[in-house]
Nanobody, 113 residues
């Protein structure tokens, strides 16, 4: 299993920005896919974005054009840049690796005025 530690969450006003980080305990150059999921209050966990080792990205329709996922293999870290945040982006954001299957503990993002 991979240890994943998220950081960067917090309280932000609508229209604001945050950058989440996910630090891995192993070299992420060995991990083909890394993803961000989120779980809004009272709802199921959903995929936000994913990135492959060769840089291909996938985004949920609800965040396209506002969020950007990136990875820095030298720092063993995956990022999620979130711009133009909306109240409906409020959730606990988790980092996920499918192989070996591993979840981070999550970081809270709250978008509110």
């Amino acid at each position: 299993q991979v240890q994943l530690v998220e950081s960067g969450g917090g309280l932000v006003q609508p229209g604001g920005s945050l950058r989440l980080s996910c630090a891995a305990s192993i070299r992420i150059s060995s991990l083909y896919v890394m993803s961000w999921y989120r779980q809004p209050p009272g709802k199921q966990r959903e995929l936000v974005a994913s990135i492959t080792l060769d840089g291909r990205t996938h985004y949920a329709d609800s965040v396209k054009g506002r969020f950007t996922i990136s990875r820095d293999n030298a720092k063993n870290t995956v990022y999620l840049q979130m711009n133009a945040l909306k109240p409906e982006d409020t959730a606990v954001y988790h980092c996920f690796v499918p192989d070996p299957r591993s979840w981070g503990q999550g970081t809270q993002v709250t978008v509110s005025s």
